[in-house]
């Protein structure tokens, strides 16, 4: 049977808000850190313009039945058509993005320096909690949790009594290093460097295929049926008003 624990009040002065505190304070700093280091450079006028395209592209597909039908087909020729519409891209001209980064060395330095922002004060801080805090339980977490929540609420803690509701200190730096994105975003806003999740799945490609998001958007917009809205609208505003007079 699980044992209930005491925990000291010294325990939450001098390890739990301590660690809490340090881990805010580092991602912030990390955040302004990485800004300084990220070389200024202008965004590539053809990146630019895909996007653009891909905006006007999914506003006609949301406002399709609001046109006339022969309107409709000639907006869907200028952005599918084969020959020179805007989201069709030849299979020559489709760009590998691991080739563009390593052929821009401004974008693989950026993409090194974001990297190094992330795992230098990672390592440092994950040294300075082993080192200092180890061994602590730190909280408890108020309500029951299963037996498969143990290895990760009670990393260092090595005994099988305590009740798994129970934080250890290196488990509670680990809570911090993934948790602390929504007060992030209220700190330092939605567009802020601290994302550690998502940087560490974008060091597993190196950007996207805009010929990608460009043929998926054609395709999207050849198979939309078009149903003009207009003649349904006097119908439309007569059921309405029917069922106001009800």
């Known amino acids: 049977m699980a044992e209930d624990l005491v925990l000291d009040t010294a325990i939450r002065d ?36 895909e996007g653009q395209i891909i905006v006007r592209a999914r506003n006609l597909r949301a406002a399709a039945n609001f046109i006339p039908p022969k309107s409709f087909r000639s907006r869907r020729v200028y952005f599918s058509n084969e020959e020179n519409g805007l989201l069709f891209v030849p299979k020559g001209q489709a760009q590998n993005p691991q080739a563009q980064m390593f052929s821009d060395p401004n974008m693989a330095m950026d993409m090194m320096k974001k990297n190094l922002s992330m ?8 040294a300075w909690v082993n080192f200092f805090f180890s061994g602590f339980v730190a909280a408890k ?23 798994v509701s129970y934080v250890s200190s290196r488990s509670w730096y680990f809570l911090n290093l993934f ?27 190196f950007g996207f295929d805009p010929s990608k998001n460009l043929g998926a958007e054609k395709d999207g917009l050849d198979i939309v049926q078009h149903e003009w809205a207009l003649p349904k609208f006097e119908h439309r505003a007569e059921a309405v008003l029917k069922k106001l007079i009800k």
Not at 149 to 163: A, E, P, Y
């Open 14 to 49: 001098w390890v739990l808000i301590p660690l809490s505190v340090v881990m805010v304070l580092i991602g912030i700093l990390r955040y302004f850190v990485s800004k300084l280091m990220l070389s200024s450079q202008l965004p590539d006028p053809k990146i630019v313009k």
């Open 119 to 126: 795992i230098i004060p990672q390592t440092l801080t994950f």
């Open 141 to 163: 977490i108020p309500f029951p949790l299963t037996q498969r929540f143990r290895s990760m609420l009670q990393n260092g803690i090595d005994l099988s009594t305590v009740d």
């Open 179 to 205: 948790g602390l994105r929504g007060l992030f975003s209220l700190i330092l806003g939605e567009e802020n460097a601290t994302d550690d999740t998502q940087r560490m799945m974008q060091m597993s490609g």
